[in-house]
């Protein structure tokens, strides 16, 4: 107990400089008691915010709690935010191949800008709203400031800030052709080589604008990260070092962050609950992300336990035996059990067209439960031949191009002639003795036809690897959750899971659409 007064106290003489340092730095101003308060604000009434600490990366941030003083609830927002997001860099990329022409080599970097306090360069026309109140611990009372900005904690100053936010970023794109695009209060610029000098020019536009980016010059500042082949925005490491040479690049989360959740996991096993952890949403959350850009969509679904959890179970209550078995299957997954080691690596973008067309697969399954054989699942899958393969179709002898001619006319197409390529078709009934593994149930058409999505790349695992499949449902609920990588049905979850961790192991983009159920 003593323990736990002395660091709260600390906490509070910590919270209580950090306001202090507003207050010299010209952000906040100081009333004094409440009797100050209001007679600073004479006739206006003022409603007062609490402030506490929140710990973001080691250090205490003041927050003041907009909830419980029932501004957010009094908030009305008519505007959506419209932020970017971490990929920014290589879709630039992208465009700059695709004015240049992949003929012209040129090397591509990135550098990010951050503008310090935030919210507090915000102006706010009504400042009796934007008064909080703190403990003093040296003298043991209740200290009333008021902001010139808006306060981190109302649900307000997000949405007002991101207008001058967009302000800058659409000053910088329209009028000086800057490669930039903003997040907030973190900006990016990515831009080749040959055009560097455009971050420069964007601080320069901030501080005309009024609110100067970190630090006085370009990298002087830990905010403020000078252009590089390797870079990070928004906590994704962008690695553009082998764009010039090969029109590649890779971006994926930093090994501290992989190191990082598997601790957390770990931990929360050992303990057989999420207590003591920040909870379930936040580290599903986390790992959404860390998984997106190392695993494609691989072990999303993974995370619809800890999902369930954080809506249904306290941190303190222990844990399931659904939720243990996936935690433990994302620890083995972020790191090598044996060796320590992260197992996730980066993702691998390639800015050139690829010569090979994409493969094209249909996959479909049924359910009646009143006949022998209740399920049925088939596919059928079309290899377009390439262009190497049309030259040397060119040098065929006469008998081998009159075979070849023919193969292009499947006998399960009724003698209607195909386009130049492989066909490859199956069929397969489950037995009930397989659909025993899932849950009980009326109708079963949903997970097969996820079965049926599996089996494509399961059968022809070589003839797919690395390529880029554009795959036919006509089912649209099975569609979406393979679109999303997720389901709050458990079998379901389980099925995706599965199609993503062979689809990642395979390299295979996939690329879904619908088709009607007539023409399937």
Request: aromatic letters at 10%; proline letters at 4%; hydrophobic letters at 40%.
């Amino acid at each position: 107990s003593a323990a736990r007064d002395g660091a709260c106290h600390t906490e509070l003489v910590t919270l209580y400089e950090r306001t202090m340092k507003e207050v010299q730095d010209g952000w906040a101003t100081s009333l004094g008691s409440l009797k100050d308060a209001k007679a600073f604000f004479g006739d206006q009434p003022f409603r007062e915010m609490i402030r506490f600490a929140v710990e973001q990366k080691g250090e205490i941030r003041p927050c003041d709690n907009g909830r419980s003083s029932l501004h957010n609830l009094a908030t009305a927002l008519h505007e959506r935010l419209m932020v970017d997001s971490a990929d920014f860099p290589a879709r630039a990329a992208a465009l700059y191949v695709e004015l240049l022409g992949k003929e012209r080599e040129f090397a591509f970097q990135l550098g990010t800008e951050d503008i310090a306090s935030a919210y507090r360069r915000m102006p706010c026309c009504a400042p009796w709203y934007t008064v909080f109140a703190q403990w003093n611990p040296h003298t043991e009372s209740v200290e009333y400031f008021r902001l010139q900005g808006f306060n981190f904690g109302l649900k307000s100053a997000v949405n007002a800030f991101n207008r001058l936010s967009s302000c800058i970023r659409e000053l910088a794109n329209r009028l000086l052709a800057i490669c930039c695009s903003s997040y907030f209060d973190d900006f990016c610029v990515s831009e080749p080589t040959f055009a560097a000098g455009g971050q420069q020019l964007l601080r320069d536009l901030a501080a005309l604008v009024g609110v100067p980016f970190a630090g006085t010059r370009l990298g002087e500042h830990r905010k403020s990260i000078r252009p590089a082949f390797v870079n990070a925005f928004l906590g994704v490491q962008h690695d553009f070092s082998s764009f010039e040479r090969s029109n590649t690049s890779s971006s994926g989360v930093s090994t501290s962050l992989i190191d990082k959740l598997g601790f957390t996991i770990g931990s929360i096993l050992e303990k057989g609950s999420f207590a003591g952890s920040a909870g379930p949403l936040k580290l599903a959350g986390q790992l959404q992300f860390s998984l997106s850009w190392c695993a494609r969509r691989f072990g999303r679904a993974a995370t619809q336990p800890i999902h369930r959890a954080g809506h249904a179970m306290g941190r303190n209550e222990k844990l399931d035996n659904v939720t243990e078995g996936a935690l433990k299957f994302l620890r083995d997954l972020l790191v090598d059990p044996a060796s320590g080691e992260p197992r996730l690596r980066p993702r691998v973008f390639t800015y050139r067209r690829a010569r090979e067309p994409h493969a094209i697969v249909w996959s479909d399954a049924c359910w009646e439960d009143k006949v022998d054989k209740p399920a049925g699942i088939g596919f059928v899958v079309f290899i377009p031949a390439s262009p190497t393969d049309e030259a040397a179709a060119a040098s065929l002898s006469p008998s081998e191009a009159s075979s070849a001619a023919a193969s292009h006319s499947p006998s399960w197409t009724g003698g209607t002639a195909t386009p130049k390529g492989e066909w490859y078709v199956a069929s397969y009934h489950p037995p009930r003795e397989m659909l025993a593994a899932w849950r009980t149930r009326q109708q079963y058409v949903g997970q097969l036809e996820l079965l049926a999505a599996i089996a494509v790349y399961y059968s022809l695992a070589d003839v797919l690897r690395g390529r880029k499949v554009v795959h036919y449902i006509d089912n649209s609920g099975a569609m979406a959750i393979l679109v999303k990588d997720y389901s709050s049905d458990i079998d379901s979850a389980q099925l995706v899971n599965t199609f993503y961790a062979l689809t990642s192991a395979l390299q295979v983009d996939v690329w879904f659409d619908q088709v009607k159920s007539a023409a399937n």
